[in-house]
């Protein structure tokens, strides 16, 4: 499908999604250039690699000789590079686009939904490694043994997490679907839970006759969507699944393996094998990860949680694992909408934690528009947790945990931003 493309442009390329399409080309001998707004650990992979990354988006970045433009869905339409790349009449593929041409030709299992995707992805995909199945592999995070959000396979398997946001798993083309659960999330795009149960619904449309769905039936919201779809696969609900043992912690991640192990089944992995594979998971990037100790001996933990439900999970199993030491958690919320949107539900997500520091949003790819801010999110949590504070700056978290920390603290740096930054320098200081 790319015989013929000597050179890609990646506009985006930093993106956890988009760098693994990155690194695909270069395995394939291509040539790779690309740009982003800032430098981070993923676009100096790139460079590692021998790829080209221009920090900042120009027109001039983009060469004439390039043959393919490829561009995340966080991308604005007036993009310099994206619309020079349209004058000068090259092919151009969202991120999402050019993942189906890669699902069309190979046989495809996708992960979806609200929450779980990456970490149940990665759960099988370090299993199908295991099992000999040699997948290509996509993942929204770094497979802890392999260091990567990309592996290249030698059989036409292809193990992808599969997006919601604007719609995007729809240009998948799978043959096994997961869906892990459906929640309210990217309201900014969606508007209600209805318009994200159709979206499902439409993904769920898509698997054909001899493929198959796993969900769990017993979730109201997957089950919505079930009656929505055309369905001409065949349903497996994970639910039916029991007594898993694993490594990592909190009830979320058995109803993620229990995903897994029924996908593993169905590739012809024998269920004791599967069950075998799946117990030596050990977790992935920014997924409830040990980071280390401060000086003081406080442990210091971080994790991707960015909506409501991922961090009550999140929170509930930290409890489960340090059931008598303090909790402290350093909260980014991530997008003014989400924050705006789930306001309610953010407010009730940090029972679990003894003490919570909230930092100020992290745009991504909004603009601030002055309906929300940190401190309104403050305002809310104290309803619950009184032990809440907002603090702007992060040099003043960190002052603050140096002189406030005790032996065996826990910290818990949450948020899909950069606030794993502060239990780096809280380590390494």
Not at 208 to 217: A, S
Request: with cysteine; glycine share 6%.
């Amino acid at each position: 499908m790319f015989k013929n493309i000597k050179k890609v442009h990646f506009i985006g390329i930093g993106g956890i999604g988009v760098s693994a399409l990155a690194k695909m080309m270069i395995l394939l001998n291509k040539k790779i250039t690309g740009s982003d707004i800032a430098e981070n650990i993923v676009n100096k992979r790139i460079k590692k690699m021998g790829g080209r990354v221009f920090i900042g988006h120009k027109k001039t970045n983009l060469s004439k000789d390039v043959d393919m433009v490829i561009y995340s869905p966080a991308i604005k339409k007036d993009n310099p590079e994206l619309m020079y790349a349209k004058k000068l009449k090259i092919p151009i593929y969202s991120y999402p686009q050019a993942l189906g041409l890669i699902s069309k030709n190979n046989y495809t299992i996708a992960i979806s939904g609200t929450h779980g995707k990456t970490s149940t992805t990665a759960m099988l995909a370090e299993a199908m490694i295991s099992a000999k199945k040699d997948p290509t592999i996509i993942i929204g995070g770094f497979l802890r043994k392999q260091k990567d959000n990309f592996i290249q396979g030698k059989k036409d398997i292809f193990l992808v997490e599969a997006c919601e946001y604007k719609k995007s798993f729809l240009n998948l083309f799978p043959d096994i679907l997961v869906i892990t659960n459906i929640d309210n999330d990217h309201l900014d795009y969606y508007k209600n839970i209805k318009n994200i149960q159709k979206s499902f619904a439409e993904l769920i449309s898509r698997v054909p006759q001899d493929g198959f769905i796993v969900c769990n039936k017993k979730e109201k919201n997957t089950q919505q969507a079930l009656k929505l779809a055309n369905i001409k696969g065949k349903v497996i609900d994970y639910s039916r699944i029991k007594n898993i043992k694993l490594k990592v912690l909190g009830k979320h991640n058995i109803e993620n393996a229990k995903a897994a192990l029924s996908v593993l089944q169905l590739i012809d992995v024998k269920e004791e094998q599967g069950r075998k594979f799946l117990g030596k998971y050990a977790g992935t990037w920014r997924r409830f990860e040990y980071k280390g100790k401060t000086k003081k001996s406080a442990l210091i933990y971080d994790d991707y949680a960015h909506h409501p439900s991922e961090i009550k999970a999140t929170l509930q199993a930290a409890r489960e694992k340090f059931k008598k030491n303090k909790i402290i958690v350093i909260f980014q919320p991530h997008l003014y909408s989400r924050t705006k949107f789930l306001l309610n539900y953010f407010s009730k997500s940090f029972n679990q934690a003894d003490q919570v520091i909230v930092t100020d949003i992290y745009a991504a790819r909004e603009k601030d528009r002055g309906l929300i801010h940190a401190t309104d999110l403050v305002k809310e949590i104290k309803k619950y947790n009184p032990f809440t504070d907002y603090i702007s700056d992060f040099e003043d978290i960190i002052k603050y945990l140096k002189e406030n920390i005790k032996r065996d603290d826990v910290i818990i740096t949450i948020g899909a931003g950069d606030i794993y930054i502060i239990g780096d320098k809280l380590i390494t200081n």
